[in-house]
């Protein structure tokens, strides 16, 4: 069972992941996409907070803390219907798609905000030598 979130998560990535599946596999074809969408939604908090008048450091950061919180909403909405679709459950039991994609969402926002978040960080630091 998948949520209406996830599927249209899905949707959107899906020619990414099209076009990209005989490189990655079925498994892992969805990270580019996320890469993707994540760096969309630090691209807008970045313009966004521009316009609100913040730069230089606290806009990348708080750009940064807004894929945080898309991230965290979208796993908890996705995840906790898994958990209730699935109950009772096991915890060792093994992972289905919903679970996979769930755990590439938070590798990808892992990966985006450590790089795209600390990069604009650091070279948007006006005291930076």
């Given at each position: 069972?998948?949520?209406?979130?996830?599927?249209?998560?899905?949707?959107?990535?899906?020619?990414?992941?099209?076009?990209?599946s005989?490189?990655?596999?079925?498994?892992?074809?969805?990270?580019?996409?996320?890469?993707?969408?994540?760096?969309?939604?630090?691209?807008?908090?970045?313009?966004?907070?521009?316009?609100?008048?913040?730069?230089?450091?606290?806009?990348?950061?708080?750009?940064?803390?807004?894929?945080?919180?898309?991230?965290?909403?979208?796993?908890?909405i996705?995840?906790?219907?898994?958990?209730v679709?699935?109950?009772?459950?096991?915890?060792?039991?093994?992972?289905?798609?919903?679970?996979?994609?769930?755990m590439?969402l938070?590798?990808?926002?892992?990966a985006?905000?450590?790089?795209?978040?600390?990069?604009?960080?650091?070279?948007t630091?006006?005291?930076?030598?």
């Amino acid at each position: 069972m998948s949520t209406w979130i996830e599927d249209q998560l899905q949707q959107l990535v899906s020619p990414v992941t099209a076009a990209v599946s005989s490189y990655t596999g079925p498994t892992l074809s969805a990270l580019p996409g996320l890469t993707g969408l994540f760096a969309a939604v630090f691209a807008a908090a970045y313009v966004g907070w521009g316009l609100y008048g913040l730069s230089g450091k606290r806009r990348a950061t708080l750009s940064s803390c807004v894929i945080s919180i898309v991230h965290g909403i979208i796993t908890n909405i996705v995840a906790g219907a898994q958990l209730v679709s699935h109950y009772p459950f096991s915890l060792d039991a093994q992972n289905n798609s919903s679970a996979n994609f769930v755990m590439q969402l938070s590798a990808v926002r892992s990966a985006v905000t450590a790089a795209i978040g600390s990069m604009f960080a650091d070279f948007t630091d006006p005291l930076r030598s």
